[in-house]
């Protein structure tokens, strides 16, 4: 089925992909855009153009997706990955191992490893902080998993956030709803505990933030190098944290109490 769109003096439709009840793909005549069928994933990413929205690796995309689009999208990601069994020369029709592996895999992404891509972010109550409690305190570790996003291999790790509280104050099972949430995308590490750090600083509003990361990258102990033992740490801090060297090294100090507690 074919219908028409008017355009702007440029070509390029000034409707909403949105808002169409098919799926679009783009086919420019003198003064009309034609609309015929299209894969989700192509009219997913010109919505997103289209409303100048971002869609890198660790980006979320959830806002951007229609209901029903994200099954639509697993399916094709399905048969994306069929075609790349296909081009490893792997006989997926008579092999019992992998006759259903793409289905697997394409729920695997966008059900559970980066469910943090496009999926809302999890419901995280927040309350007055009646109390004006403001001495810091560490939760952690709160386990991580990632993909790297130069390899898609895993990142396995521990996390620990401490919280000089602001006004509002959040459950401590939320931390680990919300990290869980952000690190299921394609990261670097690096970007990682940034993204983190700004979603908990919209949360609570807390004084003083800190973050640490860490974590052993499958990039560097599955290939590459091939370094078993070799794992990465980095830190965000934030606020009176960064401010005032004090209370920095009191998180420090707690993150390695509760290390050594974890230990004996």
Known sequence: MTSTLPTSTNGTSTAALSQLSSHPTRSKGRGQFAI?????SEVIRERLRERGAS????????????????EEL????????????HSLVIDIENDHNTEETAERVAKMYIQEVFKGRYHQQPKVASFPNVKQL?????????T????????????MGNCWVGIKPGA????????????DWVFSRPHIQEEAVMILA?????LCEPKGLGIIIKAQHYCMKWRGVKEPQTSMVNSVVRGDFRHDPSL??????LVRQQEALLSN
């Not at 015929?36 to 989700?40: F, N, P, S, V």
């Not at 700004?198 to 919209?202: A, F, G, M, R």
């Not at 920095?248 to 100090?253: G, L, R």
């Open 74 to 85: 697993q399916m094709e990601v399905a048969d994306r990955f069929r075609d790349l069994l």
């Open 134 to 142: 403001d001495e810091i305190y560490t939760v952690g570790p709160l």
């Open 144 to 155: 991580v998993r990632s993909a790297c996003s130069h390899h898609f291999v895993p990142i």
């Open 248 to 253: 920095k090294q009191e998180f420090f100090e």
């Open 198 to 202: 700004d979603e908990i600083e919209k």
């Open 55 to 70: 869609f890198l690796a660790n980006d979320n995309i959830a806002d951007h997706i229609l209901p029903g689009e994200l």
């Open 168 to 179: 509002r104050v959040i459950g401590l099972s939320k931390f680990t709803r919300v990290a």
């Open 36 to 40: 015929t069928d299209a894969k989700i």
